[in-house]
């Protein structure tokens, strides 16, 4: 068969809501991604994305206002015109983010990229300094082992490369049953641990769940966070295996 007719489009819409304390997070995406065959077991793809996400501070659940004066009298929030002026006007700021990428992949490995801030379009701005872009990449790679006829161990790595060049790691390893159910455990390097579940019903239905263990310094704000993911593959014609990391 020709490679350009084993060629792959994939189009993609996600949509996601956090909430972390005060602070409420709401968004969406396009992608698409073009997957083009190397050789028989090995694909190279590109993709490109557009997010939408807002976020939004309580302002009305804080406030930080102190008289340099007087530091052990706080300021009464009723006379500071500033923040009334953000509690009035909302502390609302949405951005467009649109991110590039490629992926090599085969049943047993992969490796990619992704360039984050090709585009940031501030769309809705305010004075709380939300619009600040902290990470400029994503490197990411893995391997899967297999351990019987039905079972595979796949360990991976997601580091992300921030502004400061620095980069924040995520040590992954999950264990697949027949590539239907799966177990993992993330060890972030900010000191927190993941715990996640997950299973893919057919070739068009899978669904995660995954838990956050926060690090000391981050659990005076959370004791964890709660992650529940849908995956529906639509159109999927050709009825192509997922591959799932």
Same mark, same amino acid.
């Given at each position: &068969?020709?490679?350009?007719?084993?060629?792959?489009?994939?189009?993609?819409?996600?949509?996601?809501?956090?909430?972390?304390?005060? &602070?409420?997070?709401?968004?969406?995406?396009?992608? #698409? *991604?073009?997957?083009?065959?190397?050789?028989?077991?090995?694909?190279?793809? /590109?993709?490109?994305?557009?997010?939408?996400?807002?976020? %939004?501070?309580?302002?009305?659940?804080? #406030?930080?206002?102190?008289?340099?004066?007087?530091?052990?009298?706080?300021?009464?929030?009723?006379?500071?015109?500033?923040?009334?002026?953000?509690?009035?006007?909302?502390?609302?700021?949405?951005?467009?983010?649109?991110?590039?990428?490629?992926?090599?992949?085969?049943?047993?490995?992969?490796?990619?990229?992704?360039?984050?801030?090709?585009?940031?379009?501030?769309?809705?701005?305010?004075?709380?300094?939300?619009?600040?872009?902290?990470?400029?990449?994503?490197?990411?790679?893995?391997?899967?082992?297999?351990?019987?006829?039905? $079972?595979?161990?796949?360990? *991976? &790595?997601?580091?992300?490369?921030?502004?400061?060049?620095?980069?924040?790691?995520? #040590?992954?390893?999950?264990?697949?049953?027949?590539?239907? $159910?799966?177990?993992?455990?993330?060890?972030?390097?900010? %000191?927190?641990?993941?715990?996640?579940?997950? /299973?893919?019903?057919?070739?068009?239905? =899978?669904? *995660?769940?995954?838990?956050?263990?926060?690090? *000391? =310094?981050?659990?005076? /704000?959370?004791? =964890?966070?709660?992650?529940?993911?849908?995956?529906?593959? $639509?159109?999927? /014609?050709?009825?192509? %295996?997922?591959?799932?990391?």
């Amino acid at each position: &068969i020709p490679k350009i007719k084993r060629v792959i489009h994939g189009l993609g819409v996600n949509v996601l809501q956090e909430q972390f304390g005060l &602070i409420k997070k709401l968004g969406g995406g396009v992608n #698409y *991604s073009f997957h083009y065959p190397l050789t028989r077991q090995l694909r190279l793809a /590109f993709g490109v994305g557009a997010i939408v996400d807002n976020i %939004k501070i309580d302002l009305g659940g804080i #406030y930080f206002g102190i008289d340099p004066q007087n530091p052990q009298q706080p300021i009464d929030p009723n006379s500071d015109p500033i923040y009334q002026r953000l509690v009035n006007t909302g502390s609302a700021h949405t951005n467009l983010n649109i991110r590039v990428g490629f992926l090599v992949y085969a049943p047993r490995y992969y490796f990619g990229f992704s360039y984050l801030p090709v585009a940031n379009i501030v769309l809705q701005d305010n004075e709380t300094g939300l619009s600040h872009s902290y990470y400029r990449g994503v490197i990411q790679g893995g391997y899967s082992f297999p351990v019987s006829a039905t $079972m595979d161990v796949k360990p *991976s &790595i997601i580091a992300l490369w921030q502004d400061d060049n620095k980069f924040v790691i995520d #040590y992954n390893v999950k264990l697949f049953i027949e590539e239907k $159910m799966w177990f993992g455990l993330t060890y972030r390097d900010v %000191k927190s641990m993941v715990g996640i579940v997950g /299973f893919n019903l057919n070739e068009k239905l =899978g669904a *995660s769940y995954s838990y956050e263990l926060a690090g *000391s =310094g981050m659990r005076q /704000f959370s004791d =964890g966070s709660h992650e529940l993911v849908l995956s529906i593959r $639509m159109n999927n /014609f050709k009825r192509q %295996k997922q591959q799932t990391w």
